[in-house]
Structures are given as C-alpha cells and as structure tokens.
C-alpha cells in the first residue's frame, strides 16, 4: 500500500488535494479534530497516526479481518483510493449473481454471506480488479491518472491472486498518477437525449406536415401545376423527416447505452 501511495503529492488535479501516504489533508485534519487537536500539514503525518488512520477508517470500514487472504488486501486498496463504500461496490459487483442484494457499498449480513458461498477468490479478485477499473474508465480523471491507475490496479490484481493461491507476491511498486484519488464524484455524467428527441420529434412533425400536403395535392389537378410542386415538397420532407427519425433513433439508443454503462460501472442499476 505505501509503495502504491507514495509520499507527499499535491497535484491540481487530483481530487484528493494535500496528500500524504494515501491520507489526504481533509481526512487528516479530521482526524485529528476528532482527537481534539489542532490541525496541521499533513505532511507531518507521524507512523502511528497514519497506521491508526488506515486501521480504522479503511482496513475496519471494509472488514478486512473477515475476508480471504488477497481478497482482504484487494479491498483495503481500493479503499484508500477510492473509499470504502466504493471498494465494497466493487465487490458487491463482483459477486454477482450469487449476491442479490443492492449495491450500497455495506459490508452487511448478505455480502459477507455470498463471499463464504465463493469458492475460488483467485476469479473473484478478477471480478473485483475488472469492477474497479471499469467504475475508473468511466471517471472525468481517467484521461488524466488512467496510465497510473491501470498499472497499480494489475499490480494489486497479481499481489491478490498471488496471496489467494498461497504464492509468494511480487513486489508493489510506485507507479506516477497511480496515487491519485479515484473518487465517485469525478464520474462522467450520461449524455442527453435531448437532441434525439428533438430529432425524433422534428421527424414525427415532418411526417405528419408531409401527410397533410399530400391531401392537399390529392385535392388539386393532377396537370396543375401546383399538385407537381407540391409533390416534389411532400417527398422532399418525408425524406427529411424520415432521416431526422433514424439519426434521432440511433442517438437516443446510442445515449441509453452509455447511461446503462455508466450505471453498471457505478453500481446504480437495481437489484
């Protein structure tokens, strides 16, 4: 984990600001308010505090002590990067279909009990690596930390399985941009349908213009005049029309499905 973290970091764009060691300077000072003390740099960070820090509100917080050897490590690090609740998302995920329950990011009564139903945690911790990298892809950051995220993600994939199956790990190393907070609310947001409804309705409109210049042309002379010009601008509009309604159609199924897959990677989709 401290191979991964690094030391001190404060680059504009990560998320987690002031950081030291994987703590930021939000979760530091709140640390030691809680303790009564004044706050200071994180940078000055003592063994003790960070030990206490990374016990408590991370290893505790995703129960480490009742899950599997590798498995336990795998979620203790996405936790400190990425929270928690998220690293228990990942595993919630990754649990399915055994795991019906919801996916809150709680380490509750029903996720404890699909993971002693699993019986090769060397596939799980997959499942688990290719949730975390998937809620990953799909953060603003991603463009930014994406190189150094996917290195430390294979890196606590092999240490994992490495652990799940008994096997000597090979050695963490520190990857740049690898530390950077992978946080929720960096996620991307779902594109808009409104220009395929818009499309789709201009179409539905343009049909219906289309219909009613096609009754009025059926009214007049088919040798006037007035009836051919009115039949070139019937089948010029429901060209159009018909065009609005295939690219509104096409977009709007373009945009459900990377709503669907944002929601899969954020673990929004119901039960």
């Known amino acids: 984990m401290l191979a991964h973290e690094g030391g001190y970091s404060n680059n504009k764009k990560d998320p987690g600001g002031p950081t030291m060691k994987g703590v930021t300077q939000r979760v530091y000072d709140a640390y030691r308010k809680g303790k009564g003390q004044a706050t200071r740099s994180v940078k000055s960070i003592s063994t003790d505090e960070l030990n206490e820090i990374y016990d408590r509100q991370y ?13 336990d490590y795998v979620l203790f690090d996405g936790a400190v990067n990425s929270g928690p609740g998220r690293s228990i998302m990942f595993l919630q995920q990754a649990l399915r279909p055994v795991y019906t329950g919801n996916i809150d990011g ?12 699993i ?11 290719d949730a975390r990298m998937n809620f990953l ?24 399985k490495a652990w799940a199956t008994g ?17 929720v609310q960096d996620a991307k947001t779902a594109p808009s349908t409104a220009p395929a409804d818009a499309a789709i309705g201009a179409g539905g409109g343009g049909l219906g213009v289309s219909g009613t210049l096609q009754g009025l042309q059926e009214q007049l002379s088919p040798l006037s005049y007035a009836s051919e010009w009115i039949t070139k601008i019937v089948v010029i509009l429901a060209l159009v029309s018909a065009l609005l309604l295939i ?19 954020l673990g929004t989709v119901p039960a």
Request: hydrophobic content about 45%.
């Open 59 to 71: 290893w505790d917080a995703v129960k480490g002590d009742l899950l599997p050897d590798g498995v």
């Open 167 to 183: 096997e000597a790990p090979q050695a963490a190393n520190f990857i740049e941009g690898g530390q950077a907070k992978a946080l």
């Open 119 to 129: 019986n090769n945690n060397d596939a799980l911790i997959d499942r688990i690596c």
């Open 247 to 265: 690219c509104g159609g096409a977009y709007r199924w373009w945009t459900n499905r990377k709503a669907k897959r944002l929601a899969e990677a």
């Open 106 to 117: 709680v380490m509750g009564m029903g996720t404890i009990t699909a993971l002693k139903a």
């Open 137 to 160: 892809r799909h953060l603003g950051t991603f463009a930014v930390f994406g190189k150094g995220w996917s290195a430390r993600v294979k890196e606590v994939r092999s240490i994992g």
